[in-house]
């Protein structure tokens, strides 16, 4: 697993499948900010709330100059399917491999119930127009926090 990032570093490049057939890279955003939100699940409560709340701003980011991303382990035809139930007007990368999710440091063991197992640390990182990271949240808790990276956003 990759060392933590920091506010601060170059945000990793990544080029992913995304939905629709599309192919999603890091790098061809430079000039804006990008929100990527990491996510363990396409389809779950707290996946689909999530989802929404960042679609709900999605205006008030695009005024920001900041597009959204959101990436999960999920297959290109479960984000698609994603996408469409809740009407999602942003991207979803799809990192079936990992690769992304372990350099972003959000690949971790996690715990339930004793059980240990690998999955997606929810973490949204925040990168500036140069592809410098400006803010990191690990651990998210989704009431609020797409309204929050919205004013660090702003802000920025």
Not at 64 to 90: Q, R, W
Not at 101 to 126: A, D, F, N, P
């Amino acid at each position: 697993m990759a060392s933590a990032l920091s506010v601060g570093d170059m945000a990793p490049d990544f080029s992913l499948p995304g939905d629709g057939g599309s192919t999603i890279s890091l790098s061809s955003y430079r000039g804006k900010k990008v929100v990527v939100y990491f996510y363990p699940k396409d389809d779950t409560s707290g996946c689909t709330k999530e989802a929404i709340e960042f679609n709900g701003l999605k205006a008030e980011f695009a005024k920001a100059n900041t597009v959204i991303i959101g990436m999960s382990p999920d297959s290109v035809k479960s984000h698609d399917k994603f996408k469409a139930k809740y009407e999602l007007e942003f991207q979803i990368a799809a990192d079936e491999e990992k690769s992304a999710l372990e350099s972003y440091g959000v690949w971790v063991e996690k715990s339930m119930y004793g059980r240990k197992y690998m999955g997606v640390e929810r973490t949204t990182v925040l990168i500036g127009t140069d592809g410098r990271i400006l803010a990191i949240w690990p651990k998210v808790k989704v009431d609020g926090h797409a309204a929050e990276v919205l004013k660090a956003a702003q802000a920025a």
